[in-house]
């Protein structure tokens, strides 16, 4: 193979928390109304028979602290608040003790969405690529390893903006565990280190303006932080 015609855009390395070390990412897979009440609040009814998903590029991903523009083509921004699970060790069809045993490590994350677009396309039944897989659109703290932080519980989860509450939940909340994920996920893909699974938003969700911070945690792991500057 000669030359290359051009270069691509490196994706984020996630820090580690207390250690030298980052985190490449890969694959950014994302669990849908993974919390009743969110998917109440959305009006639709949870699904319980399996999860689903969708997915976001990793090279539209920003670490914890940024300050990006407020996106095109929306005039509904929304946050939502999730726990992150980074897959440590190659998994496939797994079981649930191999689930858990490939686990690297969690991280706070804001998957952020453009919901009058994402709305528009559940509607006419098409992707929902445009509402959720925009530049700057996933944002990632710290990973903490899963031997330091334990397995989620009943860890809470939440989210302010300018200071106030707008998210304030339980991980314990989730219709289906890490495990179930993996386990179910696994069933389609031969998931590997670098891959990223976003665990879904509990109630709460709303849109935020160009000035807004976004702060958002989870008991025991380092805060995830977004700021919206004027659209470019």
């Not at 193979?1 to 030298?20: A, Y």
């Not at 990412?25 to 028979?49: P, Q, T």
């Not at 903490?144 to 106030?164: D, F, M, Y």
Request: glycine share 10%.
């Amino acid at each position: 193979m000669g030359k290359l015609l051009f270069g691509l855009p490196e994706t984020p390395v996630v820090p580690v928390e207390g250690e030298e070390i980052g985190y490449s990412l890969g694959r950014i897979f994302c669990v849908g109304r993974n919390y009743a009440a969110h998917a109440a609040e959305m009006g639709i009814e949870a699904d319980r028979e399996a999860p689903f998903y969708f997915t976001k590029a990793a090279v539209n991903a920003v670490l914890t602290g940024a300050v990006v523009p407020y996106p095109p083509g929306t005039e509904n921004f929304h946050y939502e608040m999730e726990l992150a699970v980074a897959i440590g060790a190659p998994v496939f069809r797994a079981t649930r003790e191999a689930a858990a045993a490939s686990v690297f490590g969690y991280c706070c994350a804001l998957d952020m969405t453009r919901r009058d677009l994402q709305i528009r396309e559940r509607q006419k039944q098409r992707p929902w690529d445009v509402g959720k897989d925009l530049e700057n659109g996933t944002v990632l703290a710290p990973l903490t390893r899963a031997t330091e932080w334990g397995r989620p519980e009943k860890q809470r989860i939440w989210l302010e903006v300018n200071g106030e509450t707008r998210q304030d939940a339980s991980v314990e909340e989730m219709i289906w565990s890490v495990e179930d994920i993996i386990c179910h996920l696994s069933g389609f893909y031969h998931l590997r280190p670098g891959d990223l699974i976003l665990t879904g938003t509990p109630a709460g969700v709303g849109a935020v303006q160009t000035g807004d911070r976004i702060l958002g945690g989870i008991d025991g792991l380092p805060p995830v932080e977004l700021t919206l500057a004027a659209a470019e």
